[in-house]
């Protein structure tokens, strides 16, 4: 059974970086999407990027991150990466990775994503 566990999360002064990572419990390749997303206190759950497992497949960002963060995919350590640059205060949030199951990616929806893992936090101070 796929599950997801996210590291990398911490505290941080604006402009800084921090880079989150998604761990999936068993080796996923092939047609199936892993997306970031994030839920601030008292706000809806937004998606953030998403990027297809497949090689060369569809990069999707939030148009907030846009040249901020960079969603990519390491093979060999079965993991995606979130790095994100210049954070700003508004970035502070729970941050959730997520994988679609057997499609590409298509969007930034979380009704597309089944499988969610536990969170991990960012707190960006002034």
């Known amino acids: 059974q796929l599950e997801l566990v996210e590291s990398g999360g911490g505290s941080v002064q604006a402009g800084g970086s921090l880079t989150l990572s998604c761990a999936p419990s068993v080796y996923f390749d092939g047609r199936n999407c892993i997306g970031w997303f994030r839920q601030a206190p008292g706000k809806e759950r937004e998606g953030v990027a998403a990027?297809?497992?497949?090689?060369?497949?569809?990069?999707k960002y939030l148009g907030s991150v846009k040249g901020r963060f960079i969603v990519s995919r390491d093979a060999a350590k079965n993991s995606v990466t979130l790095q994100m640059n210049d954070l700003e205060l508004d970035d502070t949030a729970n941050y959730y990775c997520?994988?679609?199951?057997?499609?590409?990616?298509?969007?930034?929806?979380?009704?597309?994503?089944?499988?969610w893992g536990q969170g991990t936090q960012v707190t960006v101070s002034p």
């Open positions: 990027i297809d497992i497949a090689p060369g497949g569809r990069i």
């Open positions: 997520a994988a679609r199951v057997g499609a590409h990616c298509s969007g930034l929806s979380t009704s597309d994503f089944s499988v």
